[in-house]
């Protein structure tokens, strides 16, 4: 064999062992770690002790007193006996035994981390993908979800507070005395979006910055106070309070000076009322003054501003220009654009888009419910549903009824009898039930007492009994 040849050989000897060196410990970061959205793992119960099934397959023998899958679409389950708890996988034999002390990270009212966890070394924390490989080294003092948000945990180190996600990458330095989330939720992204508002202590007490979804810093820590509207979706406004003065941020761009005693943010007209020295005025979400700071009272009430002057009492649109409105008469908007509500001295009327009043009896109170009805009190404060002429469509014999939330399908109860009437989409009894309990569901209801459950859809159909 030529000198050559070996040389080459000892080569490929030496790739190859050096190959092995790194896969071998390393060889569960290089499986594949996407998770398998075929298989759906869930518990079973027999005689006390809970198992795990994948669909219909019993893949663990109940055994267990207490079972907890943090992912439903990976075989990493906590199985606890007593005070003793371990992890396995689908074949029911052990993981992580070379990492102290493994936990779930809980959040949300016993819900989980679905990709990672933490593990205990020499009284620190660490993060660990639920893979089986380490995400970070065990170096904090605590590791905990941060409010809700998936894939998130707040750590400390030193004493101080940061944010890391479930890859390991810091998001926001731990050098923080606290981390607040600012709450911003939606249907679509849960707290996903939502931002830090960060704290450090000075020799002038505490001071607040913020950083965006993102870990972007928006604000230093500059502030004795920060509130998001979380109202407002999309944007990011911020109430900002500097030295026991106020003002507001859009994104990180000031809108409003920080130069007010108070700011409120009213949803209805979106407009802020701010004060400065026992003055009130009002300004737009673009950061436009709409009213001068000049009113001894400002309030709003349904679509329009009421401002006090001296003796002067006025009443104001959303562009500041003056009404022609009694001061005691508040007009209220609907989930339709046809229709408004009045509100003259506590009785409520009809008004349509022109704001022409429709109804000539006064009622209690009104609500929209759809289309062209409205729910009415009576003035002996009982309630039904009446039409845009008046017609009594349900009697008023309830103490409440009210639309259920996304569904066409009216509840009317009698307090008094413990009672429960059903109405569907075209007011027609559908169910009269004692005791009631009601579940919304994805495509109807169910509504049950001890004795009987009974499914409706979304118009108040009834399907089984």
Do not use: W
């Not at 050559?4 to 092995?20: E, Y």
């Not at 998130?152 to 507070?161: A, C, D, M, R, S």
């Not at 990458?169 to 989330?181: A, G, L, P, R, V």
């Not at 469509?393 to 009216?410: A, E, H, P, R, T």
């Amino acid at each position: 064999m030529s000198k050559k040849i070996s040389i080459t050989i000892v080569t490929i000897i030496i790739i190859i062992s050096l190959a092995i060196s790194i896969y071998i410990p390393n060889r569960e970061k290089l499986v594949d770690e996407k998770e398998d959205t075929s298989i759906s793992y869930s518990t079973i119960e027999m005689d006390g002790k809970i198992g795990v099934k994948d669909g219909e397959n019993v893949i663990i023998e109940p055994q267990y007193e207490k079972i907890i899958i943090p992912n439903q679409h990976r075989a990493v389950f906590m199985c606890q006996n007593g005070n003793e708890s371990k992890f396995v996988d689908s074949k029911n034999e052990v993981l992580f035994e070379n990492y102290d002390n493994v936990e779930l990270i809980e959040y949300d009212d016993s819900k989980y981390e679905e990709n990672i966890l933490k593990y205990e070394r020499n009284g620190k924390y660490g993060l660990l993908s639920i893979t089986g490989s380490t995400i970070t080294d065990a170096k904090y003092e605590e590791i905990a979800n941060f409010a809700n948000k998936q894939g998130e945990v707040l750590t400390k180190e030193n004493g101080e507070y940061g944010i890391v996600n479930e890859k390991g990458n810091t998001k926001i330095k731990n050098k923080y005395d606290s981390i607040e989330s600012d709450g911003y939720y939606t249907e679509e992204n849960d707290y996903k979006k939502s931002g830090y508002i960060v704290c450090t202590t000075t020799s002038d007490g505490y001071r607040y910055g913020y950083y965006d979804s993102e870990g972007v810093q928006v604000l230093d820590e500059e502030y004795n106070q920060i509130t998001r509207l979380t109202q407002i979706k999309n944007d990011i406004y911020l109430i900002v309070a500097k030295n026991g003065q106020y003002g507001v941020f859009i994104n990180n761009s000031k809108i409003i000076n920080t130069q007010y005693q108070s700011i409120n943010y009213n949803q209805d007209l979106q407009m802020f009322l701010v004060e400065k020295t026992g003055q009130f005025g009002a300004i737009n979400l673009k950061g436009v003054e709409v009213l001068p700071t000049e009113y001894s009272e400002l309030t709003i009430n349904g679509i329009y501003m009421y401002g006090i002057k001296g003796e002067e009492q006025k009443v104001f649109d959303i562009n500041g220009n003056t009404v022609d409105v009694p001061f005691d008469t508040y007009i209220i908007s609907t989930s339709s654009t046809k229709y408004f509500l009045k509100n003259e001295n506590g009785k409520y009327s009809i008004l349509n888009s022109n704001f022409e009043e429709l109804t000539k009896q006064n009622y209690n109170f009104l609500e929209y419910a759809y289309e062209n009805y409205f729910i009415a009190t009576n003035e002996q404060n009982k309630v039904g549903v009446i039409d845009l002429e008046e017609n009594i469509v349900v009697d008023f014999n309830y103490d409440l009824i009210q639309l259920i939330k996304g569904k066409s399908i009216f509840q009317a109860m009698d307090f008094a009898n413990n009672k429960t009437d059903i109405y569907d989409n075209k007011f027609d009894l559908a169910l009269e039930i004692s005791n009631a309990n009601i579940e919304i569901l994805d495509d109807g209801i169910k509504i049950y007492n001890n004795e009987q459950e009974i499914f409706l859809d979304d118009n108040g159909k009834i399907i089984t009994k």
